[in-house]
Every structure is written in C-alpha cells, then in structure tokens.
C-alpha cells in the first residue's frame, strides 16, 4: 500500500500566473454552474406547468429573471407556447455559457502570459 503526500506551497511566495488564473477560472465555473441550474430547475418546474402562486416556484422565478427574463417571450410559437419557452431557456443557455466563454477569455488574456 502506497501513500500519497502533498506539498503545499509556502504562503512567502507569489502565486504564478497560471495558479491565479486556475482559482479565478474554477470560481467563474462555481458561479455559472450555479446559475445553470437554476435556470434547469426553473424550466424543468416550467414545463411541467407548476403553480406561479407557489412560494418555492415564486422564489426560484426571483433568483432566475435577471439570467432568464430577457429571453422570455423572445419566440412565439401559436401551436405549443410550452416549446416557445424551451427554446427561449435554450438562447438564454446559449447567452451565458458565450459570457462565461469571454470572461475564460480575459481571464486567460492577462494571466496567462
């Protein structure tokens, strides 16, 4: 049986580029995931028609509009308003992960050198 130790770094020295740029880009992962989620929570509870008067649904619409908001209602379809909604959380998907892609961007542009 073989043990695994781990060196940790001292806190005296700087951090390279690449360590700072690893933490930030595993922070703005954290944050996005996050907010993916509840997007898929909140169009899972959408397409399954829950209650908008619930407490749980009022507060998970509270947590999601400002991602979620500007692209509702962006698509009419007359025949299946529920596939409307679908594809409006999917251009809001679509958004984010381009926003989160820019931010890895400039992240790795100025500390990755």
């Keep these: ?6 060196h940790h770094t001292s806190s005296s020295q700087p951090l390279s580029s690449a360590e700072i740029f690893l933490f930030l880009s595993r922070i703005v992962d954290y944050l996005f995931g996050i907010v993916y ?3 898929a929570f909140r169009l899972t509870l959408e397409l399954f ?3 908008e008067s619930n407490p749980f649904k009022a507060a998970l ?3 999601s509009d400002p991602f979620v908001g500007p692209f509702i209602g962006l698509f009419e379809y007359p025949f299946s308003p529920r ?4 594809f ?8 984010l992960l381009f926003i989160e892609a820019v931010i ?5 542009l100025f500390w990755m050198k």
């Design 61 to 63: 619409n509270w947590l």
């Design 49 to 51: 028609n829950a209650s």
């Design 83 to 86: 596939w409307a909604l679908a």
């Design 104 to 108: 890895k961007g400039f992240l790795r």
């Design 1 to 6: 049986m073989t043990t695994t130790t781990i």
């Design 88 to 95: 409006s959380y999917f251009v809001a998907f679509c958004v």
């Design 37 to 39: 989620g509840i997007m």
